[in-house]
C-alpha cells in the first residue's frame, strides 16, 4: 500500500468512494475545492496503483489555538479491514502534529458503531454530541491531543 497526496485525476475514484460509502455523500467539487484551498489537505491510499481509499483534513484556528479536522475517510468496501484507514488516519495526524497543532477532531454520526469503535482503538475520545449535526442523526464530537 502506498498513501500520496491528493492529485485532480483522482477526483473520479474518490468520488466514486464517497457515493458507495454515505447515504449522503459531499458532491465532487467539494474535494476539488478543498484541494484547491490547501493541496496537502487530502491523501489518497493505493493498491497496486488502485485509488481505495482517502482521508481530508484541515487545520483551524479554535480558541486561538491550531487543530486538525479530519472532515472525511473512506475505504472503498472490498478493502476495508485491511490497515488502510488506520495508515490513512495516522498520516492525517502526523500531518496536523507537523503544522503546529495539538489536538485533532472529526465528528461521526451517532449509529455509526464500527466507526466510533474504529476511532477509540486510534485513542479519541467522545467529546460531546451535536444534535441534528446529519440531516437527520445527531453526531459524536470526538478528539485525541497529539
Given at each position: 500500500m502506498?498513501?500520496?497526496?491528493?492529485?485532480?485525476?483522482?477526483?473520479?475514484?474518490?468520488?466514486?468512494?464517497?457515493?458507495?460509502?454515505?447515504?449522503?455523500?459531499?458532491?465532487?467539487?467539494?474535494?476539488?475545492?478543498?484541494?484547491?484551498?490547501?493541496?496537502?489537505?487530502?491523501?489518497?491510499?493505493?493498491?497496486?496503483?488502485?485509488?481505495?481509499?482517502?482521508?481530508?483534513?484541515?487545520?483551524?484556528?479554535?480558541?486561538?489555538?491550531?487543530?486538525?479536522?479530519?472532515l472525511?475517510?473512506?475505504?472503498?468496501?472490498?478493502?476495508?479491514?485491511?490497515?488502510?484507514?488506520?495508515?490513512?488516519?495516522?498520516?492525517?495526524?502526523?500531518?496536523?502534529?507537523?503544522?503546529?497543532?495539538?489536538?485533532?477532531?472529526?465528528?461521526?454520526?451517532?449509529?455509526?458503531?464500527?466507526a466510533?469503535?474504529?476511532?477509540?482503538?486510534?485513542?479519541?475520545?467522545?467529546?460531546?454530541?451535536?444534535?441534528?449535526?446529519?440531516?437527520?442523526?445527531?453526531?459524536?464530537?470526538?478528539?485525541?491531543?497529539?
Amino acid at each position: 500500500m502506498a498513501i500520496r497526496a491528493f492529485r485532480p485525476s483522482d477526483l473520479e475514484d474518490v468520488c466514486r468512494i464517497e457515493r458507495e460509502s454515505f447515504e449522503d455523500p459531499w458532491p465532487c467539487y467539494m474535494f476539488a475545492y478543498l484541494h484547491m484551498k490547501n493541496p496537502e489537505s487530502i491523501k489518497v491510499a493505493l493498491i497496486d496503483e488502485k485509488l481505495v481509499g482517502y482521508v481530508v483534513v484541515d487545520i483551524e484556528e479554535r480558541s486561538g489555538k491550531k487543530v486538525g479536522h479530519i472532515l472525511n475517510i473512506a475505504v472503498e468496501r472490498g478493502f476495508r479491514n485491511m490497515g488502510i484507514g488506520r495508515a490513512l488516519m495516522e498520516v492525517a495526524t502526523s500531518y496536523v502534529k507537523e503544522s503546529g497543532a495539538c489536538e485533532v477532531w472529526l465528528e461521526v454520526r451517532e449509529s455509526n458503531t464500527v466507526a466510533k469503535k474504529f476511532y477509540s482503538s486510534m485513542d479519541f475520545v467522545e467529546k460531546r454530541k451535536v444534535h441534528r449535526y446529519y440531516r437527520n442523526e445527531d453526531a459524536i464530537i470526538m478528539y485525541k491531543e497529539i
